[in-house]
């Protein structure tokens, strides 16, 4: 079992950058493959970014490609978001989230195991 705790959201004007970070408990981090994803008000939860347990593999949504970045630190028991160029619609609580079994982006985007209770992120116009 893994405990995920999501920091780093707030109010950021459009075109800014917010850096999101998750910790999470337990001995075998660098056993998970982590995720983030996002919750827009009235809308169903989307993935966002992926990223395997080594961290050589990636994976993000066509909507954040090229904005957004994910990265880990296994040393340090926490996966980051570093977003950049937000944008009104990026508005959202945003959610960190485990697997000890996935492998590859389907799995990465519909199997996650464990969630963290989230963190806002609200961008102005």
């Not at 347990?53 to 040393?75: E, L, M, P, Q």
Request: glycine share 12%; charged share 15%.
């Amino acid at each position: 079992q893994v405990q995920l705790v999501e920091s780093g959201g707030g109010l950021v004007q459009a075109g800014g950058s917010l850096r999101l970070s998750c910790a999470a408990s337990g001995r075998t981090f660098s056993s998970y493959a982590m995720g983030w994803f996002r919750q827009a008000p009235g809308k169903e939860r989307e993935f966002v970014a992926a990223i395997s347990w080594s961290g050589g593999s990636t994976y993000y949504a066509d909507s954040v490609k090229g904005r957004f970045t994910i990265s880990r630190d296994n040393a340090k028991n926490t996966v980051y978001l570093q977003m950049n160029s937000l944008k009104p619609e990026d508005t959202a609580v945003y959610y960190c989230a485990a697997s000890s079994h996935c492998s590859g982006y389907g799995c990465y985007r519909d199997g996650m195991d464990y969630w963290g209770k989230g963190t806002l992120v609200t961008v102005s116009s």
